[in-house]
Nanobody, 122 residues
Framework: QVRLVESGGGLVQAGGSLRLSCAAS????????VGWFRQAPGKEREFVAA????????WYGDSVKDRFDITRDNAKNTVYLQLNSVNLEDTATYYC???????????????WGQGTQVTVSS
């Protein structure tokens, strides 16, 4: 069973950058696709980005495309989400999730971290 821990969240000014990390343990992480999702208060959990187990194929939500970048380092059992040109609408709790096959559907992910808060200030 894979265990996921997110880190790197915090307060960032609009237009700035932040890098989130998702560290995995307890399983063959290199065999799992990983997705990032976010949830703002009163809103549904939203797909942000996903990466396949090889780190080659990536997918992005429309609201973050061309601003965020997902990468992974299987030697470190870690997936990263680079947030660039952030805006107020990026404020949310960010979660990483893992699954044996690549998907953008949050319902298909079985393993989730506890989340890390990102707050964008004006």
């Amino acid at each position: 069973q894979v265990r996921l821990v997110e880190s790197g969240g915090g307060l960032v000014q609009a237009g700035g950058s932040l890098r989130l990390s998702c560290a995995a343990s307890g399983g063959s992480f290199r065999n799992y696709a990983v997705g990032w999702f976010r949830q703002a208060p009163g809103k549904e959990r939203e797909f942000v980005a996903a990466i396949d187990w090889r780190g080659i194929d990536t997918w992005y939500g429309d609201s973050v495309k061309d601003r965020f970048d997902i990468t992974r380092d299987n030697a470190k059992n870690t997936v990263y989400l680079q947030l660039n040109s952030v805006n107020l609408e990026d404020t949310a709790t960010y979660y990483c999730a893992a699954e044996s096959r690549s998907t953008v559907d949050r319902e298909e992910y079985n393993y989730w971290g506890q989340g890390t808060q990102v707050t964008v200030s004006s």
